[in-house]
Protein backbone atom coordinates (compact mmCIF):
# COMPACT_ATOMS: atom_id res chain seq x y z
CA UNK A 1 0.00 0.00 0.00
CA UNK A 2 1.69 3.27 -0.75
CA UNK A 3 1.44 5.83 2.11
CA UNK A 4 -0.64 9.15 1.98
CA UNK A 5 0.73 12.05 3.54
CA UNK A 6 -2.35 14.92 4.25
CA UNK A 7 -1.68 18.72 3.63
CA UNK A 8 -0.35 19.21 7.13
CA UNK A 9 2.23 16.76 7.16
CA UNK A 10 4.80 19.22 7.45
CA UNK A 11 3.24 20.98 9.84
CA UNK A 12 3.22 17.98 12.11
CA UNK A 13 6.71 17.24 11.51
CA UNK A 14 7.82 20.43 12.19
CA UNK A 15 5.96 20.08 16.04
CA UNK A 16 8.20 17.01 16.49
CA UNK A 17 5.28 14.65 16.36
CA UNK A 18 5.96 10.50 15.94
CA UNK A 19 3.86 9.40 13.19
CA UNK A 20 1.96 6.11 12.57
CA UNK A 21 0.48 4.54 9.77
CA UNK A 22 -3.37 4.15 10.11
CA UNK A 23 -5.56 3.38 6.85
CA UNK A 24 -2.68 4.18 4.79
CA UNK A 25 -2.14 7.20 5.68
CA UNK A 26 0.64 8.05 7.89
CA UNK A 27 -0.49 10.14 10.54
CA UNK A 28 0.53 11.81 13.79
CA UNK A 29 0.51 9.42 16.55
CA UNK A 30 1.14 12.23 19.61
CA UNK A 31 3.23 15.16 19.17
CA UNK A 32 4.99 15.02 22.95
CA UNK A 33 3.13 13.23 25.77
CA UNK A 34 -0.29 11.28 24.52
CA UNK A 35 -1.54 11.91 27.97
CA UNK A 36 -1.31 15.32 27.81
CA UNK A 37 -2.62 15.79 25.07
CA UNK A 38 -5.83 13.64 26.56
CA UNK A 39 -6.08 15.39 29.29
CA UNK A 40 -6.15 18.96 27.14
CA UNK A 41 -8.95 17.96 25.08
CA UNK A 42 -11.23 17.03 28.48
CA UNK A 43 -10.08 20.36 30.34
CA UNK A 44 -8.89 22.78 27.32
CA UNK A 45 -8.49 21.99 23.95
CA UNK A 46 -7.07 19.82 21.76
CA UNK A 47 -6.27 20.46 17.81
CA UNK A 48 -6.51 16.77 15.47
CA UNK A 49 -5.43 16.74 12.17
CA UNK A 50 -8.40 14.37 10.87
CA UNK A 51 -7.50 14.58 6.50
CA UNK A 52 -7.42 10.91 6.40
CA UNK A 53 -10.96 10.47 6.52
CA UNK A 54 -12.64 10.68 3.35
CA UNK A 55 -15.63 13.05 2.26
CA UNK A 56 -18.35 11.99 -0.69
CA UNK A 57 -21.09 14.21 -2.06
CA UNK A 58 -23.82 13.07 -2.95
CA UNK A 59 -26.19 15.48 -4.94
CA UNK A 60 -29.43 14.79 -7.15
CA UNK A 61 -33.18 14.99 -7.35
CA UNK A 62 -32.86 11.65 -5.93
CA UNK A 63 -29.97 12.32 -3.47
CA UNK A 64 -32.29 11.06 -0.31
CA UNK A 65 -33.99 7.80 -1.85
CA UNK A 66 -30.75 7.06 -2.46
CA UNK A 67 -29.07 7.04 0.68
CA UNK A 68 -32.12 5.98 2.37
CA UNK A 69 -31.41 2.63 -0.12
CA UNK A 70 -27.52 2.79 0.07
CA UNK A 71 -27.30 2.94 3.84
CA UNK A 72 -29.13 1.72 7.14
CA UNK A 73 -30.54 4.76 8.94
CA UNK A 74 -33.21 6.96 7.16
CA UNK A 75 -31.38 9.61 6.04
CA UNK A 76 -34.24 11.49 4.00
CA UNK A 77 -35.63 12.49 7.67
CA UNK A 78 -32.52 14.66 8.46
CA UNK A 79 -33.43 18.36 7.88
CA UNK A 80 -31.11 20.66 6.20
CA UNK A 81 -28.34 21.60 8.29
CA UNK A 82 -28.49 18.75 10.51
CA UNK A 83 -26.25 15.33 10.74
CA UNK A 84 -26.52 11.85 11.49
CA UNK A 85 -24.86 8.84 12.48
CA UNK A 86 -25.14 5.73 10.54
CA UNK A 87 -23.85 2.53 9.22
CA UNK A 88 -23.21 1.52 5.40
CA UNK A 89 -23.77 -2.69 5.49
CA UNK A 90 -23.22 -5.68 3.09
CA UNK A 91 -26.41 -7.74 2.11
CA UNK A 92 -25.45 -9.92 4.60
CA UNK A 93 -25.56 -7.56 7.37
CA UNK A 94 -21.95 -7.44 8.06
CA UNK A 95 -20.81 -3.60 8.51
CA UNK A 96 -18.70 -2.01 5.65
CA UNK A 97 -17.92 1.10 7.91
CA UNK A 98 -19.93 3.57 10.15
CA UNK A 99 -20.06 7.27 8.90
CA UNK A 100 -21.49 10.73 9.57
CA UNK A 101 -24.37 11.85 7.03
CA UNK A 102 -24.32 15.80 6.59
CA UNK A 103 -27.64 17.14 4.72
CA UNK A 104 -27.19 20.33 3.07
CA UNK A 105 -29.06 23.18 1.10
CA UNK A 106 -29.87 22.79 -1.68
CA UNK A 107 -28.14 24.06 -4.42
CA UNK A 108 -31.31 24.20 -7.01
CA UNK A 109 -34.70 23.56 -6.33
CA UNK A 110 -35.86 19.58 -6.60
CA UNK A 111 -31.83 19.00 -5.90
CA UNK A 112 -31.03 17.70 -2.47
CA UNK A 113 -27.30 17.76 -0.93
CA UNK A 114 -25.64 15.34 1.30
CA UNK A 115 -22.07 15.02 2.46
CA UNK A 116 -20.98 11.43 3.77
CA UNK A 117 -17.73 11.23 5.73
CA UNK A 118 -16.63 7.49 5.65
CA UNK A 119 -13.23 6.42 7.76
CA UNK A 120 -10.02 7.01 5.99
CA UNK A 121 -9.14 3.03 5.58
CA UNK A 122 -12.76 2.83 4.05
CA UNK A 123 -13.15 5.72 2.28
CA UNK A 124 -12.60 4.36 -1.35
CA UNK A 125 -14.29 1.06 -0.73
CA UNK A 126 -17.81 3.15 0.51
CA UNK A 127 -17.51 5.49 -2.63
CA UNK A 128 -17.34 2.54 -4.87
CA UNK A 129 -19.90 1.00 -2.56
CA UNK A 130 -21.92 4.27 -3.31
CA UNK A 131 -21.10 4.39 -6.80
CA UNK A 132 -22.37 0.51 -7.46
CA UNK A 133 -25.67 1.48 -5.32
CA UNK A 134 -26.36 4.38 -7.12
CA UNK A 135 -27.40 2.46 -10.14
CA UNK A 136 -30.80 3.41 -11.08
CA UNK A 137 -30.92 6.88 -9.34
CA UNK A 138 -30.63 10.21 -10.60
CA UNK A 139 -27.92 11.44 -8.39
CA UNK A 140 -24.26 11.92 -8.53
CA UNK A 141 -21.28 10.32 -6.11
CA UNK A 142 -18.55 12.69 -5.96
CA UNK A 143 -15.35 11.17 -4.03
CA UNK A 144 -13.75 14.48 -2.56
CA UNK A 145 -11.73 12.51 -0.32
CA UNK A 146 -8.09 13.74 -2.14
CA UNK A 147 -8.70 17.57 -1.83
CA UNK A 148 -10.31 17.77 1.45
CA UNK A 149 -8.84 18.44 4.63
CA UNK A 150 -10.48 18.20 8.16
CA UNK A 151 -9.64 19.73 11.30
CA UNK A 152 -11.03 19.09 14.85
CA UNK A 153 -10.66 21.44 17.73
CA UNK A 154 -12.33 19.57 20.48
CA UNK A 155 -12.77 20.23 24.42
CA UNK A 156 -14.71 22.85 26.58
CA UNK A 157 -12.44 25.53 24.92
CA UNK A 158 -13.18 24.88 21.32
CA UNK A 159 -16.05 27.47 20.64
CA UNK A 160 -14.17 30.36 22.25
CA UNK A 161 -11.05 29.53 20.66
CA UNK A 162 -13.28 29.42 17.39
CA UNK A 163 -15.13 32.49 17.82
CA UNK A 164 -11.67 33.89 17.95
CA UNK A 165 -11.53 33.60 14.13
CA UNK A 166 -15.14 34.11 13.42
CA UNK A 167 -16.43 37.43 12.14
CA UNK A 168 -18.66 38.72 15.38
CA UNK A 169 -22.13 38.97 13.17
CA UNK A 170 -21.97 35.14 12.66
CA UNK A 171 -20.82 34.75 16.03
CA UNK A 172 -24.20 33.31 16.74
CA UNK A 173 -23.83 30.72 13.83
CA UNK A 174 -21.25 29.04 16.13
CA UNK A 175 -23.02 29.59 19.51
CA UNK A 176 -26.50 28.47 18.34
CA UNK A 177 -25.01 25.14 16.54
CA UNK A 178 -26.38 22.07 17.75
CA UNK A 179 -24.73 18.86 17.85
CA UNK A 180 -24.74 17.24 14.97
CA UNK A 181 -25.55 20.26 13.48
CA UNK A 182 -22.96 22.37 10.79
CA UNK A 183 -22.78 25.85 8.99
CA UNK A 184 -21.11 27.84 6.29
CA UNK A 185 -19.42 30.18 8.40
CA UNK A 186 -16.45 32.20 7.31
CA UNK A 187 -13.04 30.90 9.20
CA UNK A 188 -9.59 33.12 9.60
CA UNK A 189 -11.37 34.51 5.93
CA UNK A 190 -12.22 31.32 4.93
CA UNK A 191 -15.94 29.92 3.89
CA UNK A 192 -16.17 26.81 4.98
CA UNK A 193 -18.34 24.13 6.29
CA UNK A 194 -18.08 23.91 10.35
CA UNK A 195 -19.82 20.66 12.19
CA UNK A 196 -20.51 20.16 15.67
CA UNK A 197 -19.50 16.54 15.70
CA UNK A 198 -17.02 14.56 17.01
CA UNK A 199 -15.09 11.23 18.36
CA UNK A 200 -13.77 12.54 22.28
CA UNK A 201 -16.70 12.85 24.72
CA UNK A 202 -16.42 16.14 24.42
CA UNK A 203 -17.66 19.88 22.83
CA UNK A 204 -15.86 20.13 19.55
CA UNK A 205 -16.28 21.30 15.95
CA UNK A 206 -14.90 19.23 12.52
CA UNK A 207 -13.87 21.57 10.32
CA UNK A 208 -13.61 20.40 5.93
CA UNK A 209 -11.34 22.69 4.39
CA UNK A 210 -9.86 22.21 0.99
CA UNK A 211 -6.04 21.14 0.97
CA UNK A 212 -4.44 24.22 -0.29
CA UNK A 213 -5.87 26.17 3.36
CA UNK A 214 -5.47 23.78 5.31
CA UNK A 215 -1.91 24.67 6.79
CA UNK A 216 -3.33 28.61 7.32
CA UNK A 217 -6.08 27.26 8.66
CA UNK A 218 -4.05 25.25 11.46
CA UNK A 219 -1.62 27.78 12.08
CA UNK A 220 -4.86 30.37 12.81
CA UNK A 221 -6.39 27.95 15.00
CA UNK A 222 -3.26 27.01 17.48
CA UNK A 223 -2.91 31.27 17.74
CA UNK A 224 -6.10 31.60 18.57
CA UNK A 225 -6.60 28.57 20.85
CA UNK A 226 -2.44 29.88 22.30
CA UNK A 227 -4.70 31.59 25.28
CA UNK A 228 -7.07 28.79 25.94
CA UNK A 229 -4.89 25.78 26.42
CA UNK A 230 -5.07 24.07 23.16
CA UNK A 231 -2.37 22.00 21.67
CA UNK A 232 -2.40 19.62 18.54
CA UNK A 233 -3.21 15.91 19.49
CA UNK A 234 -2.28 12.83 17.82
CA UNK A 235 -4.34 9.32 17.52
CA UNK A 236 -3.30 8.22 20.61
CA UNK A 237 -5.23 10.53 22.45
CA UNK A 238 -7.72 10.57 20.24
CA UNK A 239 -8.34 6.52 20.60
CA UNK A 240 -8.56 6.92 24.44
CA UNK A 241 -10.88 9.62 24.39
CA UNK A 242 -13.17 7.86 21.92
CA UNK A 243 -12.89 4.94 23.78
CA UNK A 244 -13.61 7.00 27.39
CA UNK A 245 -16.34 8.22 25.41
CA UNK A 246 -17.75 4.32 24.21
CA UNK A 247 -17.44 5.03 21.21
CA UNK A 248 -16.43 2.27 18.49
CA UNK A 249 -13.49 2.26 15.97
CA UNK A 250 -13.82 0.62 12.83
CA UNK A 251 -11.19 -2.05 12.52
CA UNK A 252 -11.98 -2.79 16.40
CA UNK A 253 -15.64 -2.97 17.35
CA UNK A 254 -16.94 -2.75 14.39
CA UNK A 255 -16.39 -4.76 10.77
CA UNK A 256 -17.48 -6.94 8.15
CA UNK A 257 -17.70 -9.82 10.84
CA UNK A 258 -19.42 -7.90 12.76
CA UNK A 259 -23.40 -6.68 12.54
CA UNK A 260 -25.43 -3.66 13.93
CA UNK A 261 -26.75 -5.77 16.45
CA UNK A 262 -24.35 -7.38 18.24
CA UNK A 263 -22.28 -4.26 18.25
CA UNK A 264 -25.24 -1.68 20.31
CA UNK A 265 -25.83 -0.10 16.92
CA UNK A 266 -29.49 -1.41 16.41
CA UNK A 267 -31.47 1.68 17.07
CA UNK A 268 -29.43 3.45 13.89
CA UNK A 269 -31.11 0.81 11.78
CA UNK A 270 -34.20 1.39 10.40
CA UNK A 271 -35.82 -1.32 9.42
CA UNK A 272 -39.36 0.38 9.46
CA UNK A 273 -38.08 3.25 6.69
CA UNK A 274 -40.41 2.47 3.53
CA UNK A 275 -38.38 0.63 0.58
CA UNK A 276 -35.73 -1.32 0.57
CA UNK A 277 -32.28 -0.98 1.57
CA UNK A 278 -28.77 -2.99 1.14
CA UNK A 279 -28.78 -5.65 3.84
CA UNK A 280 -32.59 -5.17 4.54
CA UNK A 281 -33.41 -8.99 4.96
CA UNK A 282 -30.46 -9.60 6.60
CA UNK A 283 -30.39 -7.41 9.45
CA UNK A 284 -34.42 -8.09 9.73
CA UNK A 285 -33.24 -11.74 10.11
CA UNK A 286 -30.55 -10.70 12.50
CA UNK A 287 -32.77 -8.61 15.06
CA UNK A 288 -35.66 -11.20 14.98
CA UNK A 289 -32.96 -13.93 16.03
CA UNK A 290 -32.60 -12.02 18.96
CA UNK A 291 -28.56 -11.30 18.32
CA UNK A 292 -27.05 -8.81 20.61
CA UNK A 293 -30.10 -9.60 23.12
CA UNK A 294 -30.83 -13.24 23.59
CA UNK A 295 -28.59 -14.70 21.25
CA UNK A 296 -24.48 -14.63 20.62
CA UNK A 297 -22.70 -12.04 21.47
CA UNK A 298 -22.87 -8.38 22.67
CA UNK A 299 -20.24 -5.24 22.71
CA UNK A 300 -20.15 -4.40 26.25
CA UNK A 301 -17.88 -1.63 28.59
CA UNK A 302 -15.62 -3.63 31.35
CA UNK A 303 -13.91 -1.67 33.91
CA UNK A 304 -10.63 -2.95 35.43
CA UNK A 305 -10.76 -3.78 39.53
CA UNK A 306 -6.74 -3.55 39.26
CA UNK A 307 -4.37 -1.60 37.50
CA UNK A 308 -3.00 -3.79 34.35
CA UNK A 309 -5.46 -2.99 31.48
CA UNK A 310 -7.10 -5.27 29.01
CA UNK A 311 -5.88 -4.95 25.25
CA UNK A 312 -7.35 -5.65 22.17
CA UNK A 313 -7.64 -9.68 21.22
CA UNK A 314 -7.51 -10.80 24.92
CA UNK A 315 -9.67 -13.37 26.07
CA UNK A 316 -12.69 -13.08 28.11
CA UNK A 317 -13.60 -15.83 30.42
CA UNK A 318 -16.06 -16.52 32.74
CA UNK A 319 -14.99 -19.67 35.30
CA UNK A 320 -12.11 -20.21 33.39
CA UNK A 321 -14.46 -20.73 29.98
CA UNK A 322 -13.70 -18.63 26.90
CA UNK A 323 -17.08 -15.87 26.66
CA UNK A 324 -15.77 -13.12 24.62
CA UNK A 325 -12.82 -10.91 23.39
CA UNK A 326 -11.75 -7.75 24.25
CA UNK A 327 -11.39 -5.13 21.03
CA UNK A 328 -10.06 -2.19 22.96
CA UNK A 329 -8.61 -1.30 25.98
CA UNK A 330 -6.03 0.89 28.02
CA UNK A 331 -5.92 2.50 31.18
CA UNK A 332 -8.21 5.45 31.50
CA UNK A 333 -6.68 8.64 31.80
CA UNK A 334 -9.39 10.58 32.96
CA UNK A 335 -10.60 7.45 35.09
CA UNK A 336 -7.56 6.04 36.23
CA UNK A 337 -8.68 2.66 35.91
CA UNK A 338 -8.83 0.42 33.27
CA UNK A 339 -11.69 0.87 30.59
CA UNK A 340 -12.15 -1.86 27.62
CA UNK A 341 -14.36 -2.90 25.19
CA UNK A 342 -15.62 -6.23 24.58
CA UNK A 343 -18.05 -8.82 22.51
CA UNK A 344 -19.22 -11.23 25.22
CA UNK A 345 -21.85 -14.08 24.96
CA UNK A 346 -25.03 -12.11 25.63
CA UNK A 347 -25.88 -14.30 28.87
CA UNK A 348 -22.49 -12.76 30.37
CA UNK A 349 -23.47 -9.16 28.97
CA UNK A 350 -25.26 -8.04 31.92
CA UNK A 351 -24.35 -4.53 33.84
CA UNK A 352 -22.70 -5.60 37.28
CA UNK A 353 -21.67 -8.69 35.63
CA UNK A 354 -17.81 -9.61 37.13
CA UNK A 355 -15.78 -11.28 34.43
CA UNK A 356 -11.90 -12.32 33.63
CA UNK A 357 -10.03 -11.32 31.23
CA UNK A 358 -6.53 -13.21 30.43
CA UNK A 359 -4.39 -10.50 30.93
CA UNK A 360 -0.96 -12.43 29.72
CA UNK A 361 -1.45 -15.43 31.31
CA UNK A 362 -3.38 -14.43 34.81
CA UNK A 363 -7.17 -13.93 34.96
CA UNK A 364 -7.71 -10.64 36.20
CA UNK A 365 -11.30 -9.86 37.04
CA UNK A 366 -13.19 -6.95 35.01
CA UNK A 367 -16.88 -5.79 35.62
CA UNK A 368 -19.57 -5.26 32.89
CA UNK A 369 -20.18 -1.44 33.05
CA UNK A 370 -22.69 1.15 31.23
CA UNK A 371 -21.36 2.72 28.36
CA UNK A 372 -19.97 5.39 28.31
CA UNK A 373 -17.37 5.09 30.93
CA UNK A 374 -17.13 8.76 30.79
CA UNK A 375 -19.48 11.40 30.07
CA UNK A 376 -18.71 14.94 30.40
CA UNK A 377 -21.05 17.50 32.71
CA UNK A 378 -22.31 19.96 30.92
CA UNK B 1 16.30 12.37 19.84
CA UNK B 2 16.44 10.09 23.15
CA UNK B 3 19.08 9.95 24.92
CA UNK B 4 21.96 7.21 25.80
CA UNK B 5 23.74 8.28 28.79
CA UNK B 6 27.39 7.29 27.96
CA UNK B 7 28.52 5.79 31.66
CA UNK B 8 26.07 2.91 31.46
CA UNK B 9 25.75 -0.52 30.03
CA UNK B 10 22.77 -1.72 27.75
CA UNK B 11 20.82 -4.82 26.92
CA UNK B 12 18.99 -5.54 23.68
CA UNK B 13 15.93 -5.57 25.75
CA UNK B 14 16.50 -2.06 26.41
CA UNK B 15 17.37 -2.21 30.09
CA UNK B 16 20.27 0.06 31.49
CA UNK B 17 22.76 -1.42 34.11
CA UNK B 18 24.72 1.55 36.03
CA UNK B 19 27.98 -0.74 37.68
CA UNK B 20 28.74 0.51 40.94
CA UNK B 21 31.82 -0.44 42.23
CA UNK B 22 31.42 -3.99 43.45
CA UNK B 23 27.85 -3.58 44.75
CA UNK B 24 23.79 -4.07 43.43
CA UNK B 25 23.62 -2.56 40.12
CA UNK B 26 21.16 -0.12 39.54
CA UNK B 27 18.77 -1.27 36.57
CA UNK B 28 16.35 0.53 34.87
CA UNK B 29 14.85 1.44 31.06
CA UNK B 30 16.63 3.47 28.60
CA UNK B 31 14.89 6.80 26.93
CA UNK B 32 14.53 4.98 24.13
CA UNK B 33 12.18 2.36 25.28
CA UNK B 34 10.33 4.45 27.34
CA UNK B 35 9.53 7.51 24.11
CA UNK B 36 8.31 4.55 22.41
CA UNK B 37 6.34 3.25 24.69
CA UNK B 38 4.76 6.48 25.58
CA UNK B 39 3.25 7.50 28.75
CA UNK B 40 3.94 4.50 31.20
CA UNK B 41 1.32 4.20 33.26
CA UNK B 42 1.84 0.94 36.01
CA UNK B 43 4.90 -0.77 36.53
CA UNK B 44 5.09 -4.26 38.18
CA UNK B 45 8.63 -4.74 39.43
CA UNK B 46 10.32 -8.16 41.18
CA UNK B 47 10.24 -8.49 44.59
CA UNK B 48 12.86 -7.50 46.97
CA UNK B 49 14.56 -10.50 48.06
CA UNK B 50 13.82 -12.47 44.94
CA UNK B 51 16.34 -13.78 42.52
CA UNK B 52 16.31 -12.79 39.23
CA UNK B 53 17.61 -14.15 35.87
CA UNK B 54 19.77 -12.73 32.81
CA UNK B 55 17.44 -12.55 29.95
CA UNK B 56 14.25 -13.46 31.84
CA UNK B 57 11.03 -11.59 32.43
CA UNK B 58 10.64 -10.39 35.59
CA UNK B 59 7.86 -7.52 35.66
CA UNK B 60 6.55 -5.48 33.08
CA UNK B 61 6.00 -1.34 32.00
CA UNK B 62 2.56 -0.82 30.96
CA UNK B 63 2.23 2.45 29.03
CA UNK B 64 -1.42 3.78 28.00
CA UNK B 65 -0.91 2.42 24.44
CA UNK B 66 0.92 -1.09 24.73
CA UNK B 67 3.11 -3.25 27.49
CA UNK B 68 6.40 -4.92 27.29
CA UNK B 69 7.72 -7.39 29.36
CA UNK B 70 10.68 -6.18 31.89
CA UNK B 71 13.92 -8.69 31.21
CA UNK B 72 16.61 -8.34 33.93
CA UNK B 73 19.96 -7.64 32.83
CA UNK B 74 21.81 -9.70 35.36
CA UNK B 75 21.57 -12.54 37.45
CA UNK B 76 21.32 -11.80 40.99
CA UNK B 77 18.87 -11.28 44.17
CA UNK B 78 16.90 -7.84 44.08
CA UNK B 79 17.72 -5.69 46.84
CA UNK B 80 16.39 -2.38 46.42
CA UNK B 81 13.26 -1.49 44.23
CA UNK B 82 11.94 1.98 43.72
CA UNK B 83 8.46 3.01 45.56
CA UNK B 84 8.48 5.54 43.77
CA UNK B 85 7.95 4.50 40.45
CA UNK B 86 5.35 2.36 41.04
CA UNK B 87 3.30 5.72 42.73
CA UNK B 88 4.28 7.79 39.74
CA UNK B 89 5.72 5.70 36.93
CA UNK B 90 5.48 8.93 35.03
CA UNK B 91 8.95 9.34 36.40
CA UNK B 92 9.92 6.31 34.15
CA UNK B 93 9.40 8.90 31.11
CA UNK B 94 10.98 12.24 32.64
CA UNK B 95 13.74 10.91 33.99
CA UNK B 96 14.29 7.37 33.14
CA UNK B 97 18.42 7.29 34.14
CA UNK B 98 17.54 9.29 37.42
CA UNK B 99 14.49 9.21 39.31
CA UNK B 100 12.61 6.56 37.13
CA UNK B 101 15.29 3.72 38.16
CA UNK B 102 13.54 0.39 38.66
CA UNK B 103 15.28 -1.79 41.00
CA UNK B 104 19.07 -3.18 42.23
CA UNK B 105 20.44 -6.37 42.17
CA UNK B 106 23.36 -8.09 43.71
CA UNK B 107 24.23 -9.21 40.81
CA UNK B 108 26.62 -12.84 40.56
CA UNK B 109 26.35 -12.60 36.35
CA UNK B 110 25.99 -10.31 33.94
CA UNK B 111 23.95 -11.07 30.64
CA UNK B 112 24.73 -9.72 27.20
CA UNK B 113 25.30 -6.07 27.53
CA UNK B 114 26.66 -3.42 25.11
CA UNK B 115 28.23 -0.47 25.74
CA UNK B 116 26.60 2.95 25.10
CA UNK B 117 28.17 3.63 21.66
CA UNK B 118 26.74 -0.02 20.69
CA UNK B 119 23.91 0.45 21.82
CA UNK B 120 22.85 3.86 20.65
CA UNK B 121 24.30 2.64 16.98
CA UNK B 122 21.50 -0.31 17.01
CA UNK B 123 18.66 1.26 18.44
CA UNK B 124 18.90 5.00 18.01
CA UNK B 125 19.80 7.69 20.42
CA UNK B 126 21.66 10.45 21.01
CA UNK B 127 25.46 10.10 22.94
Known amino acids: MTENYTALYEQHKKAGASFTDFGGWQMPLKYDSELAEHHAVRNAAGLFDLSHMGEVWVTGPEAAAFLDYALVGKLSAIAVGKAKYSLICDTDGGIIDDLITYRRPSPEEGVDRYLV ?30 ETSLIAVQGPNAEGILLELVPAE ?26 RTGYTGEDGFEIYVPNVDASVLWEALLEAGEGQGLIPAGLAARDSLRLEAGMPLYGNELSRHMNPYAAGLGPVVSLAKEGDFVGKEALAAIKAAGVGATLGQKLVGLKGAGRRAARGHYSVLKDGSLIGEVTSGQPSPTLGYPVALAYVDVEHSVVGTVVDVDLRGKAEPFEVVQLPFYKRTK | MSKVVAELKYSAEH ?27 YVDLPEVGSTVTAGETCGEVESTKSVSDLYSPVTGEVTEINDAVVSDPALINNDPYGAGWLFKVAATEEGPLMSAEEYAATNGGEL
Do not use: C, M
Not at chain 2, 21 to 41: F, H, M, N, T, Y
Open chain 1, 170 to 195: QHALVTELKYYAAVDVSINGQDLLLA
Open chain 1, 117 to 146: VPNAGNAKVVAVALRERAAGFDVSVEDASA
Open chain 2, 15 to 41: EWVAADGGGPVGIGISAVAADALGDIV
